[in-house]
């Protein structure tokens, strides 16, 4: 079974700019959660979507969105880059309650 | 207000002893937990679980030891091996929900 893929892997941004990422889960898992990690801060959830309706939200600002599709994919976005933004940002999906997250090897986005 | 904490930033073993890596968690209302273990440049992968309904839950070498009353848990390793060198995660979650809560991390370092 192919692991949860993210894309892309790297990503350079202006401050200002918005940025897209693109999260495709394990197949059959129909949870997908979004984390983002700094040296500071560890691993802060950010939001998870269950059946393309958004069933968690964490505290970050509303420039933080995403999305899923009716295959599970899921996407987030991030609107005004601020350079607090530039962290890596993981994709963790899960076949349910109860299960464990798998998570992707995580997107490094860098605001300059 | 941090509701997963692991206090020891890193810990050092020599091979072939046992690794203890702690955590105290603080919402009694958290039903599931889970470790983590994170290579550089690699998200987070699933190690062991537990239900708040057991105490105790082994896989292999990795046995994971759950205080309800005191709000702990640990991960034992026994025996350490030096590829066992990584970031540990401990997180929990409450159903139903893939929103987890993560530690900050524990650096285990083990020493031929």
């Known amino acids: 079974k192919a692991g949860v893929t993210q894309t892309p892997r790297y990503l350079i941004k202006t401050r200002g700019q918005q940025v897209t990422l693109s999260c495709s889960p394990i197949s059959g898992h129909r949870s997908v959660s979004w984390y983002q990690q700094t040296p500071g801060q560890g691993l802060q959830f950010l939001f998870e979507?269950?059946?393309?309706?958004?069933?968690n939200k964490g505290n970050f600002p509303g420039r933080f969105s995403g999305r899923q599709f009716s295959n599970s994919r899921s996407e987030m976005n991030v609107s005004t880059l601020e350079l607090g933004d530039s962290a890596l940002y993981l994709c963790?999906?899960?076949?349910?309650?109860?299960?464990?997250?798998?998570f992707g090897p995580g997107t490094r986005l860098t605001v300059t | 207000d941090q509701q997963v904490k692991q206090n020891s930033p890193s810990l050092s073993v020599q091979e072939g002893r046992i690794s203890i890596l702690n955590c105290d968690y603080t919402?009694?209302?958290?039903?599931?937990f889970l470790w983590y273990k994170k290579y550089p440049a690699e998200g987070p992968t699933f190690l062991i679980s537990i239900s708040s309904i057991k105490d105790k839950n082994e896989d292999g070498r990795f046995t994971v030891f759950l205080n309800k009353s005191a709000k702990h848990l640990s991960l034992h390793i026994v025996p350490s091996q030096p590829g066992d060198s990584a970031v540990y995660f401990c997180a929990a979650s409450k159903a139903p929900t893939g929103k987890s809560t993560f530690g900050d991390g524990t650096t285990l370092t083990v020493k031929p």
């Open positions: 919402n009694s209302m958290f039903d599931y």
């Open positions: 979507y269950f059946s393309e309706t958004q069933r």
């Open positions: 963790a999906s899960s076949y349910g309650d109860g299960y464990e997250q798998y």
